[in-house]
């Protein structure tokens, strides 16, 4: 039987049909792929930074356990129960401190040592050592042990009070823990403040730390003894920044604005300097007069 006309049109339309259909995941997939792959160079850049972030963050985070690990292990339990007030260098460098942090604690150590607490407040001392030897400790009759060495302390009290402001080398050789370094030093910085207002500029003497400051401050005294100041309205610049608190900068200033304004009536009118705050300005005051 013959197909007519219109029959051999729907059926080749239904051919067409299919194969679009066929064809159209094709067409799409390669859409989709050509869109994903049209990414820029800026993109790609950050893409891989973020990666590289990421990766540097847990590499960095592990380390930081591994090496947190490794600090902890380094400290040893005492092998047996032992009196801290005995303990040498060595034997605290045999417990994983180093040998700076050993001595430190052995300088400490000639003031006594009472109870742990005494322990745990050095600073120098870590928390996982600590923890290691405290249950290892003892202290037998504290205060006898001690005895002896705090009545040679208070007989060197009422011996050597130096004043700080005119003792002189020789004086500040009498004091358990000056040499003629901090005894030359101590003259020396003097010379160049003027005098000290407060025992703690000890502490910006070279070398002076926190642990030999407290040896020896009870050891001096501060007597109202004047100062030496310099004038704002008659120093010259090379006058004012010899100073060891006065910079260059700050002397400078100061002689500028007293030649453009005239003399000084008050003290605060340096603070018109845009280098002079309030903290510089309290620290240089008492070398500082009319």
Known sequence: MPISKRNRRAILALIVLVVIVSFLPRLLAGA??????????EELKITESNLVERQEFWAKKKRKKI????????FKKPKSKFDPNTYTQSDWMALGLSEKQAAIVVKLS???FNSNADLKRIYVLPEPAYELLKDSTFYPNPISILSDQRKEKSEDKKKFHVSLNSGTEDDFLKIRGIGPYFSK???GYREKLGGYTHKEQLLELWKMDLIKYQEIEEFIVLNDEPIRKLSINTATLDNLSSHPYISFNVANSIVKMREQTGKYTELKEIKRSKLIDEVTFVKIEPYLTL
């Open 32 to 41: 989709a792929h050509f869109e994903d792959t049209d990414i820029s160079f």
């Open 185 to 187: 030093r101590i003259v």
């Open 67 to 74: 090496d947190k690990n490794a600090y902890k292990k380094r």
């Open 110 to 112: 000639e003031r006594g």
